[in-house]
C-alpha cells in the first residue's frame, strides 16, 4: 500500500485505509477496527481512549509496545481522534507501569500532528481486570458502559495501543496487519521473551529455535491466565489477537475436578461487572437460557475472576462461554 497522509484525507477514506491494512482490536477481542471507527452517525465522540492498562499476569507485549513505539501510539491516538472529530485522547496505563510515564509524555510532545496538545497520560489504579473495556473507562472517566450497550454510546473509542501503532503504520509506512508481537512467558520456559511473529506462524514451529522449553510444563494458555484459552499442544497459530502463549507449570494452574457449589457467593464480590455469577450458572446447568440473559449473561466480560475465587473450583466462565454460544445458536435458528 502507498504511504497516505491521515490529515490530508476525509474520514471515509482514512476508515477504507485501515479496513484495507486488515486491523483488528488487538488486545483479544479482534473486532474489525474499522468497524469499531464506524459509530451511528448521531453518535457524539469525546474521547478516544488508548488501552495500556495491561492487568493480565505474565502479559507484558503491551508495556513493550509502549516502551518503543510510544511515537507510533501517539501518531495512532491522533489518527484516530481525527477520524472520528474527537478533542480528547487519553492513553491509560496502570500505576505499575508508571516508568513510561515520561516515555509517553515525550511522544506527545514530539509528535508533528496539530491535535496532540488534546492528548494526555492518566495512570490507573494496578488491579484486575483495569483493561476491561467497562472497567477501564469507569476508572479514566467515571462513566458506565449501559448494559449490553457498547462504549460509543458514552462518548468513547477504545483501542488497544498494540492496534494504535498498526493504525499508525498503515499509513505512514503503508504496511498491513501481518505480523503482531507477543509475549512468550511462563515456568515453563527457560527464557520469558516477547517476540514478533507473522500471523499464521504456528507456535510449535518456535520450539526450540526461538523459545526453549522445561520439561514440566502442564498447561498451554493462548492469551492471558485468566482470560486465555487452554490448548491440547503448541501446535496452533498465531492470530491477530494473540497477546501471549504461556506454558505454565503445574504450580501454576488449578487442574483440580469441580466440586458441588456450596452458595458461598464469593464469586458475586469478585465480579468486576457487580453481576451474580453464582445464579447465572445455576439458570445454565437447569437449561433456562432467558434466566441467564435477565441475570446478566451478556454482560459478562470472561475475566475470569469468579472462576479464578470459587472454593469449589466451578469452571464459570467455561460455562458462560458455552451459554453464550447456546445463545446465538438459539438466535439464528429462530
Do not use: W
Amino acid at each position: 500500500m502507498p504511504i497516505l497522509d491521515p490529515f490530508a484525507i476525509d474520514s471515509k477514506e482514512a476508515i477504507g485505509r485501515i479496513k484495507e491494512a486488515g486491523i483488528t482490536g488487538m488486545g483479544g477481542a479482534s473486532f474489525p477496527t474499522h468497524v469499531k471507527l464506524s459509530p451511528p452517525p448521531d453518535a457524539k465522540i469525546e474521547y478516544v481512549i488508548a488501552n495500556g492498562a495491561e492487568c493480565e499476569p505474565y502479559l507484558c507485549i503491551d508495556a513493550a509496545t509502549m516502551f518503543f513505539n510510544a511515537k507510533e501510539v501517539v501518531d495512532g491516538i491522533s489518527i484516530v481522534m481525527k477520524i472520528e472529530n474527537c478533542p480528547k485522547g487519553i492513553i491509560a496505563i496502570e500505576a505499575n507501569k508508571k516508568d513510561l510515564l515520561p516515555i509517553l509524555e515525550k511522544a506527545i510532545a514530539e509528535c508533528p500532528n496539530p491535535n496532540k496538545d488534546g492528548i494526555s497520560v492518566v495512570v490507573c489504579k494496578t488491579k484486575y481486570p483495569q483493561g476491561g473495556e467497562k472497567t477501564l473507562v469507569q476508572a479514566v472517566l467515571a462513566r458506565q458502559i449501559p448494559s449490553g450497550g457498547l462504549p460509543f454510546q458514552i462518548g468513547c473509542i477504545i483501542q488497544n495501543v498494540g492496534t494504535l501503532k498498526a493504525i499508525s503504520d498503515a499509513f505512514r509506512k503503508g504496511e498491513a496487519l501481518t505480523q503482531r508481537p507477543l509475549t512468550i512467558s511462563g515456568g515453563g520456559v527457560e527464557k520469558p521473551i516477547n517476540v514478533l511473529a507473522p500471523i499464521g506462524t504456528c507456535i510449535g514451529d518456535l520450539i526450540p529455535e526461538v523459545v526453549s522449553l522445561k520439561d514440566n510444563i502442564a498447561k498451554i494458555i493462548s492469551g492471558g491466565p485468566m482470560m486465555g484459552f487452554a490448548m491440547k499442544s503448541a501446535d496452533f497459530p498465531v492470530q491477530k489477537n494473540t497477546s501471549g502463549v504461556l506454558f505454565l507449570t503445574e504450580k501454576e494452574t488449578s487442574l483440580q475436578e469441580e466440586d458441588p457449589c456450596i452458595g458461598c457467593a464469593r464469586c458475586v464480590g469478585a465480579c468486576s461487572c457487580y453481576l451474580s455469577p453464582v445464579l447465572m450458572v445455576r439458570a445454565l446447568k437447569s437449561g433456562n437460557l432467558d434466566e441467564a440473559v435477565k441475570l446478566g449473561l451478556m454482560d459478562c466480560v470472561e475475566c475470569g475472576a469468579c472462576s479464578f475465587i470459587c472454593p469449589a473450583h466451578v469452571k464459570l466462565v467455561q460455562r458462560f462461554r458455552i451459554g453464550k454460544q447456546l445463545l446465538r445458536l438459539k438466535k439464528m435458528k429462530g
